[in-house]
């Protein structure tokens, strides 16, 4: 099985001197489904945009699909996060419909109008909204706002999904249901880690959940 990332010795220190990580190890191997589990300002942010290349390093060792991220040139930075589909905290969609936000995206990397309009179908067949492809995004509700933001960072078919805390704001049920929704994703092959401050609900799927508490990341069985 490969490695998809592998921390070592991270840690980073916030602006104002706080150290926000604290000597975090952590693996996520092709196939896994990952809970990083933590309160708000606990650094779930900080990891994710570490990972995604929009925050720099400051000490450790980031390795995603095997490369260094504190070593890349800004060409190879920009290609290793059009491999990675990253779903930011208060994601914000554009002013347009469901389908031409997704297809936007796909055009702003390359793919040609036919291409990207296939692909944004199949991604919103994904997440099950395919009945409101000509919907505002403005109109959506919490909750189909969340599987529209997962569904752009799966449009581009990467391996790895980075999704920072996209329960927030959620009813129980509706968390349930993002739950079962990533768990099918993670069986249809995506590689995922995710942030939420709420506790994860038994359910019927194979997780992995790691705490992240003052800085630290302990495994729980």
Avoid: W
Avoid at 7 to 25: A, I, N, P, Q, R
Avoid at 106 to 129: I, M, N, T
């Amino acid at each position: 099985m490969s490695v998809i990332i592998q921390l070592s010795e991270l840690s980073f220190v916030s602006e104002d001197g706080m150290k926000v990580l604290d000597d975090v190890h952590l693996r996520v191997d092709r196939g896994d489904l990952v809970f990083l589990v933590g309160p708000a300002a606990a650094g779930k942010s900080v990891l994710i945009g570490l990972l995604g290349t929009q925050i720099e390093s400051q000490q450790g060792q980031i390795l995603v699909y095997g490369r260094n991220i504190a070593r890349l040139s800004r060409k190879k930075a920009f290609d290793l996060r059009r491999q990675i589909g990253l779903l930011p905290q208060g994601f914000v969609a554009l002013q347009k419909t469901l389908m031409e936000n997704v297809t936007f995206k796909l055009r702003c990397l390359g793919d040609f109008r036919e291409q990207a309009e296939e692909k944004a179908l199949a991604a919103l067949d994904q997440v099950g909204l395919t009945s409101k492809l000509a919907h505002m995004a403005s109109e959506l509700d919490p909750f189909d706002r969340v599987r529209l933001g997962i569904a752009l960072s799966i449009s581009n078919e990467p391996l790895l999904l980075l999704l920072d805390d996209p329960l927030v704001g959620l009813s129980l049920k509706e968390q349930e249901q993002v739950y079962s929704l990533l768990a099918q994703l993670n069986r249809r092959g995506f590689t995922i880690l995710a942030t939420t401050r709420d506790s994860i609900p038994n359910a019927d799927f194979s997780a992995r959940i790691v705490e992240l508490v003052d800085g630290r990341v302990e495994e729980k069985s």
